[in-house]
């Protein structure tokens, strides 16, 4: 027996337990339930008595819980359960490219989230909450998470793209500023629980392509390495033509330090270059 509730995930004081019961919780355990009355309350009859018993909560729009009991003969368990509320974060992917005039939706971009529930001292919940979404034709996507007042890590990657990793606090309850909730859902429980977080940049790879020629002529089977910070980011072997394209290299350019300068290195001559924006394509060529 016990009660189930929502959490208090602004650790605000300024709620008490009793004033967010959840009604219509299942709570289930040994394939007994029990729904839980307007005020949160249940009660599990005939659970046997032994170790290591999981109870689950759950509830339409909140993560479900698991705990543990161990149960005696004739033994009552009072076991209360804070369950977390659950929130759409929505936002749109955009790609930044050079060679386009205008930010456009990036579509298939694979949009990661994960926060720790590691000091939620509620109804069981430990370790990583992870989910992926897809951004859809026009780069928008929308993805549940729990409402904590912690830090939520993104991680943006498609194919064409530099990995964009970025935080959000979900949950503010001091300046409440969009996409932040400040409210808990069942204080709340007539406020909206999707927030657009708006467009997230992300950078499209460079490419460098040229032609190795040996005395006016291509020169085939020459390898060609674009390095940028000291490592190797790219390579080629020329064609029968003397022709090379090197892609997926990532300029940089949305980093606070701007976009990065690169070399290119064939038959042990280097020549110096740097990326113009995000998806540039740089054409240099090799005059032996």
């Avoid at 990036?106 to 590691?118: E, G, I, P, Q």
């Avoid at 400040?182 to 709340?188: E, G, Q």
Wanted: proline share 3%.
């Amino acid at each position: 027996m016990g009660r189930v509730h929502s959490y208090d995930a602004g650790h605000d004081g300024s709620h008490a337990d009793d004033t967010a019961p959840l009604g219509d919780a299942l709570v289930a355990s040994e394939g007994i339930t029990d729904t839980t009355s307007s005020v949160g309350g249940y009660e599990l009859e005939g659970v046997p008595a032994r170790t290591g018993i999981g109870v689950t909560f759950s509830k339409n729009e909140y993560l479900p819980g698991t705990q543990t009991i161990n149960l005696e003969c004739g033994e009552d368990e009072v076991l209360d359960c804070e369950l977390l509320c659950m929130v759409t974060i929505a936002g749109t992917i955009v790609v930044s490219n050079t060679n386009v005039a205008s930010l456009t939706g990036l579509a298939r971009a694979n949009v990661d989230y994960s926060v720790s529930l590691n000091g939620v001292n509620a109804c069981g919940y430990s370790g990583m909450y992870q989910v992926s979404t897809t951004s859809g034709v026009t780069g928008t996507f929308a993805i549940a998470v729990p409402l904590l007042d912690a830090i939520s890590t993104f991680t943006v990657m498609q194919d064409f793209i530099e990995t964009k990793v970025f935080t959000k606090t979900i949950m503010d309850s001091t300046d409440g500023e969009l996409p932040f909730f400040d409210y808990d859902c069942a204080w709340n429980p007539g406020a909206t629980t999707t927030r657009d977080m708006g467009p997230q940049d992300t950078c499209a790879f460079g490419m460098v392509s040229g032609l190795v020629t040996v005395g006016g002529s291509g020169a085939s089977g020459q390898t060609v390495q674009v390095i940028q910070g000291g490592v190797v980011v790219g390579s080629d072997t020329t064609g029968t033509n003397g022709v090379y394209i090197i892609s997926g290299i990532p300029t940089e350019c949305l980093s606070t330090a701007g976009c990065a300068d690169f070399s290119v290195q064939c038959m042990a001559w280097t020549q110096n270059d740097e990326w113009d924006g995000c998806g540039d394509v740089e054409q240099v060529n090799f005059a032996f």
